[in-house]
């Protein structure tokens, strides 16, 4: 449950300490100075060098008699089922796509508007459908690779997780990386090491379990959290006010999955609400929920039930961090009983309650931000 924190002295000194680490430890993303390094020895990591290691590992995971064989029909199942996910997708994006159009229209034909609604509530529940459907389809196959895999040896299951960041990646866009004349040596290296240095492995698999760099940006992913983690390193070993834990290696943890995620999922730039050039910077992003989690914001399960992958469905809000700020004020102020409900609709009940589903836009001012959303009942299936 969110609770309220006091403006204490205690609690100045951290939000001076954050805002001291944001401003002089830690660099803004937006920061495009580099070393000039000499990039003539990085020419070998092209898209050849990287489609050969890929062939090379898919054919030692072939041949190597390890993986298990999964019956066809579950799998086929399964894989056209996933199909129709992404099927369901582009047609939802399109439908909203024409809704949008048609509201820019002047004057707005309500008749076509209303029309171009409905589509976008139909492909809503198709996706919705579609995605129920692949999670079901997946589960003979999620049993049957438990029965058959058992535990892999070391050297496969590294091969294995080497192999899928290759192939989310792509040979072309890790060449690019690798070959970007703005990239400095030493992060060219920390990529590489992700890859071969067998220490890094437990990176690695945490970052492919995870669900992987948005965008297959591991590079990007890694700049982002080299920041983090000396930033999270410096905490661990600095006296913080604790306001909703007594163990410092359990914020310790959760900062550090923090990190993980804002860095996986902020590694390909997101555009703020609204906006075509303002993206979301990874690292104040980073230091709002910190924040907010030090000076007790936030319901205490996001430091002992989130995973890296459930942090990552937190923190990529297109909102400005401080409209986020706002939101959770505002709720906590306005229907405080909302939060005692102890389901999966908590922070959802006001759509149910005050803030109810509409069609249509209406949009008090410019610019469009999140607080208007909440006055102006915006359909939640706008920013799908």
């Not at 996706?127 to 079901?136: G, K, V």
């Not at 999922?265 to 989690?293: N, S």
Request: glycine share 4%; charged share 25%.
């Amino acid at each position: 449950m969110t609770t309220r924190v006091s403006a204490s002295s205690s609690s100045v000194s951290v939000a001076a300490g954050v805002a001291g680490l944001s401003s002089t430890r830690i660099d803004s993303m937006d920061d495009k100075t580099h070393d000039k390094t000499d990039h003539d020895d990085r020419k070998k990591y092209n898209e050849a060098f990287f489609e050969t290691w890929l062939e090379n590992n898919t054919t030692k995971l072939q041949q190597s008699g390890v993986l298990p064989q999964l019956d066809e029909a579950p799998s086929k199942s399964f894989t056209c089922a996933c199909q129709c996910v992404q099927d369901s997708q582009a047609l939802l994006q399109a439908a909203i796509n024409k809704r949008d159009d048609i509201a820019k229209q002047k004057p707005i034909d309500q008749k076509a508007l209303d029309k171009a609604n409905q589509a976008v509530k139909d492909a809503t529940k198709a996706l919705t459908e579609a995605q129920d459907s692949a999670y079901q389809s997946s589960l003979p196959l999620l049993d049957e690779w438990k029965t058959k895999a058992g535990a892999l040896p070391e050297p496969t299951r590294q091969l294995l997780l080497v192999t899928q960041v290759l192939q989310q990646a792509t040979p072309k866009g890790l060449a690019t990386y690798c070959l970007d004349a703005t990239k400095t040596d030493d992060q060219v290296k920390v990529l590489l090491q992700l890859l071969l240095d067998e220490r890094q492995f437990g990176l690695l698999e945490r970052m492919v379990l995870a669900g992987g760099a948005k965008n297959g940006k591991y590079g990007q992913a890694l700049e982002i959290y080299t920041k983090l983690k000396a930033h999270v390193t410096l905490q661990k070993t600095t006296t913080i006010p604790q306001s909703n834990t007594t163990d410092q290696q359990q914020q310790y943890e959760l900062l550090d999955r923090l990190a993980l995620a804002v860095a996986l999922e902020l590694a390909q730039p997101l555009l703020e609400f609204h906006q075509d050039k303002t993206f979301v910077d990874p690292i104040q992003r980073y230091l709002h929920y910190e924040q907010a989690y030090l000076f007790g914001e936030l319901d205490p399960v996001f430091a002992t039930e989130f995973g890296v992958w459930e942090l990552r469905m937190i923190i990529n809000s297109v909102a400005p961090n401080d409209q986020l700020g706002w939101g959770r004020q505002m709720l906590m102020n306005y229907r405080p009983d909302i939060l005692q409900y102890d389901d999966k609709w908590r922070y959802c009940r006001i759509v149910r309650t005050d803030v109810y589903y509409t069609g249509q836009p209406n949009w008090p001012h410019e610019p469009l931000d999140f607080p208007q959303i909440l006055s102006g009942t915006y359909i939640c299936i706008l920013y799908n």
